[in-house]
């Protein structure tokens, strides 16, 4: 390794040089092995350096760093070197007389050795560089822009310049590693559309690139981070990119890689596999607290529980020796992993307390989110964080920041702001989004509830900031005529006063803007409507529209997402058959490019609305699929696995009941009866007192049993038999049911793995539907309750659901209401 690496420095020097080495300057300067001797020619050559010899000076002290490792490196001793110094005099003496290549170098150079922006050498090479903009080509233009980078001048005028250079000559670039550069810089000064030829710019070019170049990619993926779009056709290349160059990628870059995966919420599983495989073989390697905080981040959500117990043990040694923001990295990480092991979290709360004073306070509400998810036990801790909170919360005047302060403090034990901190929220409220209002509200709601005495003291005075809030609001959205600009302050919005005060009129604008609806966002208003819980048809139908017209620009990977709103709140547009029809051809075409997880909740999305194509049955039900899927599955977040897990029987089942022909075997018995068993030891007290009212009107408790398990898994409230003529039977034992149960039927369904009767009877499930079985805004009864209705009619039952709107009405006040009404539903409404 040490002789390529020597080799390496001799050839990068006789190359890099080429020509020039006719001089003799520059002869001594290339064969120079350290920064003492370069210093030393500039010391003794002061009065015969040319702009060439000190442009090329300042790229060998460059390399010199570049050919260290990151502890090695000593930029501040090279920096405050008197011949530095020197050769920073030259320069700017001589910036006119650079070549171009030569002025951008010594001003990326500088930069590098971090030179302060405002010293005159570089603002006046930053000057010149602007002046010659015009003639620089794509490979310094892509270094300039990087220049500018370092400066944070990513919104100035100048970075506007290079970017509208870009664009007038985007058609003819055709280096990928140039343009990943620039499109990095320039992202926060490009419109939308200048955003799409990018794209699809750069997608032509990746089809060409090298694989072996995958640092553009991970240049590609940070523009993407930039502009907030996981554009799926790039991520799936750039992933494809990665796998295929596994063996190459070092710490760093997986650390970066995975960063990114995670900001754009980009998984895949069988990239995951192989860092978590190559990031595993590290942990015995590291053990200074820089690489090691970098591992543990990096592999740490993705640790298993063997990985997971050796980084905790490899964490305990260096615990003592973290810097404030490796402790920091590490808290977060300790988040993400859903740690449970309380000495650990003690001890890194030990570390942050004593860096408390010197974090910043979006900082500081990131620990102490960290630290309320880990159940840190630590009353004087949260008391001095508090403190510094509230501190940081009276100084502040950036509208974002005080949204995150007020947010996190009202997480806080006794949550409340004095006089003086509540008094910086008004005079923000002009510039909040929607999101700083809703936090806004929903913690002045919970201060209010939790302190009374706090209340009584300055209710009069702070009480009107929350109708301010809501016309804040509504003046937002009544002005709003930019979906997508819309649709980044929605991104967060949640909460009870965002659903009782403003989703109304948040939907009426998303109906008023729905001529913006494209295949670029319909994922993100599917998204919104689930989460609302609001049925809009004019959106849902629009959405519908938009797929039918653009499906071969939607990304497969998308169609979960797009199909989800319309199956979950039992919605068909008017074009129904064809809007499933177009998304399931779709989906059959790119099977292949799905995650095993991500085909179950699609098969059970689409068999909420009736939909069941065979090319995605046959894909999931065979023992090679669900090995795949086995293995997946320890990799994903816990509740992830287990709503997987759940999605999967659900499915499973309604292929058996619905399309028995596929001859699917139902394999969920005993997961059933165990999740039966979890969640139904005990029936609550509601529960209770129905059932009592239940014995009287059908004759004993021994006529009606609640929480009854049906076959095929399901739970019903209440169950109960009528015989021919609507007479109650007394209820058989629940295990005389079940044993005459097949528990795995490889083969179609027959009559013993229905719901089993005495002939001419009727089994009936009675079943009280909450909140939650109906769409927000009206009593729409949703997909999940719609098809339990549709399988237990199947297995035999006559089903009876109580809307909870009727049973909580004034008409049924009353005991005896109640009993009269289910006298009437019990029997009325039973088959014969």
Same mark, same amino acid.
């Given at each position: ?479 709003? &005529? ?169 499915? &499973? ?26 969640? &139904? ?126 049973? &909580? ?24």
């Amino acid at each position: 390794m040490l002789r390529l690496r020597a080799a390496y420095e001799f050839f990068w020097r006789v190359f890099r040089l080429g020509p020039k080495t006719i001089n003799p300057l520059l002869t001594q300067i290339n064969e120079c092995i350290n920064e003492e001797q370069v210093f030393d020619i500039v010391g003794k050559n002061k009065a015969k350096l040319s702009e060439n010899h000190v442009g090329y000076a300042c790229k060998v002290l460059w390399q010199f760093q570049k050919e260290k490792s990151d502890l090695m490196r000593n930029i501040p001793y090279v920096r405050d070197h008197p011949q530095f110094l020197t050769l920073r005099i030259l320069a700017k003496d001589k910036i006119e007389l650079m070549d171009d290549d030569t002025l951008v170098d010594v001003l990326h150079v500088m930069l590098r050795f971090a030179v302060e922006a405002h010293d005159p050498l570089i603002e006046h090479l930053v000057m010149e560089a602007w002046r010659r903009i015009e003639r620089f080509d794509f490979k310094m233009l892509s270094k300039f822009s990087t220049c500018l980078a370092y400066q944070q001048m990513h919104f100035s005028p100048l970075m506007g310049k290079i970017a509208e250079i870009v664009n007038r000559n985007l058609d003819s670039m055709q280096d990928l590693r140039s343009l990943s550069v620039l499109m990095v810089n320039i992202s926060s000064v490009i419109s939308q559309n200048f955003c799409e030829r990018l794209l699809n710019k750069t997608e032509l070019l990746l089809d060409t690139t090298d694989p072996l170049h995958f640092n553009s990619s991970i240049r590609i993926m940070q523009f993407l981070r930039n502009i907030r779009y996981n554009y799926l056709p790039l991520l799936e290349k750039c992933n494809h990119m990665f796998i295929s160059n596994i063996e190459q990628l070092n710490l760093n870059t997986l650390s970066l890689i995975l960063a990114l995966y995670q900001s754009l919420q980009f998984n895949n599983f069988p990239f995951q596999t192989l860092a978590r495989e190559k990031l595993s073989k590290m942990i015995a390697l590291y053990y200074d607290p820089a690489s090691f905080v970098k591992l543990f981040v990096a592999l740490g959500p993705l640790a298993g529980p063997t990985e997971e117990k050796e980084l905790m043990l490899a964490l305990q040694m260096v615990m003592d020796v973290l810097t404030s923001q490796q402790a920091l990295a590490v808290v977060v990480t300790m988040e993400e992993m859903n740690s449970k092991d309380s000495h650990l979290i003690e001890k890194i709360a030990s570390v942050l307390y004593k860096y408390l004073h010197v974090y910043k306070p979006v900082e500081l509400v990131q620990i102490t989110k960290s630290l309320i998810h880990l159940r840190l036990h630590n009353s004087e801790f949260f008391r001095v964080l508090r403190n510094l909170l509230l501190s940081h919360l009276k100084n502040n005047v950036m509208p974002v920041e005080i949204s995150m302060l007020v947010h996190v403090i009202a997480k806080l034990p006794f949550p409340h702001l004095d006089e003086i901190g509540l008094s910086r929220l008004e005079p923000i409220l002009p510039q909040c989004s929607l999101s700083d209002l809703c936090t806004f509200a929903s913690s002045l709601s919970k201060w209010f509830q939790h302190d009374h005495s706090y209340l009584d003291n300055i209710y009069q005075k702070n009480i009107k900031l929350l109708p301010q809030l809501s016309a804040y609001a509504y003046r937002r959205l009544q002005k709003a &005529n930019n979906l997508n600009v819309l649709w980044e302050e929605l991104k967060y919005v949640h909460g009870e006063w965002f659903e009782e005060e403003l989703l109304e009129e948040t939907i009426l604008t998303l109906q008023r803007l729905a001529d913006q609806i494209t295949y670029r966002n319909i994922t993100n208003l599917a998204a919104f409507i689930v989460k609302t819980n609001y049925l809009s048809p004019p959106v849902l139908d629009k959405i519908a529209s938009v797929t039918i017209q653009q499906i071969n620009k939607i990304h497969p990977l998308a169609l979960h997402s797009i199909l989800l709103p319309f199956s979950v709140l039992n919605y068909d547009p008017p074009q129904k058959d064809e809007f499933f029809g177009t998304c399931i051809q779709h989906l059959n075409s790119h099977l292949s490019l799905f995650e095993p997880h991500i085909l179950v909740f699609l098969g059970f999305t689409l068999a909420l609305a009736e939909y069941f194509p065979e090319d995605l049955i046959k894909a999931i039900f065979n023992t090679k699929f669900l090995a795949k899927l086995d293995s997946q599955l320890q990799y994903l977040p816990s509740f992830l696995n287990t709503r997987t897990h759940s999605r999967l029987m659900e499915f &499973n089942r309604a292929v058996c009941l619905e399309c028995p022909e596929f001859e699917i075997p139902w394999f969920h018995h005993d997961y059933c009866q165990q999740q039966y068993n979890k969640v &139904n030891s005990s029936i609550t007290a509601i529960q209770h007192k129905i059932y009592k009212m239940l014995g009287k009107i059908l004759g004993g408790p021994n006529y009606v049993k609640p929480s009854a398990l049906t076959p095929y898994g399901y739970t019903v409230d209440f169950e109960y038999i009528l015989d021919k003529k609507k007479k109650p039977l007394p209820y058989r034992s629940q295990l005389e049911v079940l044993n005459k149960l097949s528990h795995v039927h490889w083969g179609p369904d027959t009559d013993n793995s229905r719901s089993e009767s005495l002939p001419g009877t009727q089994r009936v499930a009675l079943e009280f539907l909450d909140s939650r079985a109906f769409c927000k805004n009206i009593s729409h009864l949703k997909g999940r309750s719609a098809m339990k209705k549709r399988h237990l009619e199947i297995l035999g039952y006559h089903v009876i659901q109580i809307p909870y709107l009727a049973w &909580n009405s004034m008409e049924l006040s009353t005991k005896d209401a109640r009993m009269e009404y289910l006298r009437e539903h019990l029997f009325a409404e039973a088959k014969s």
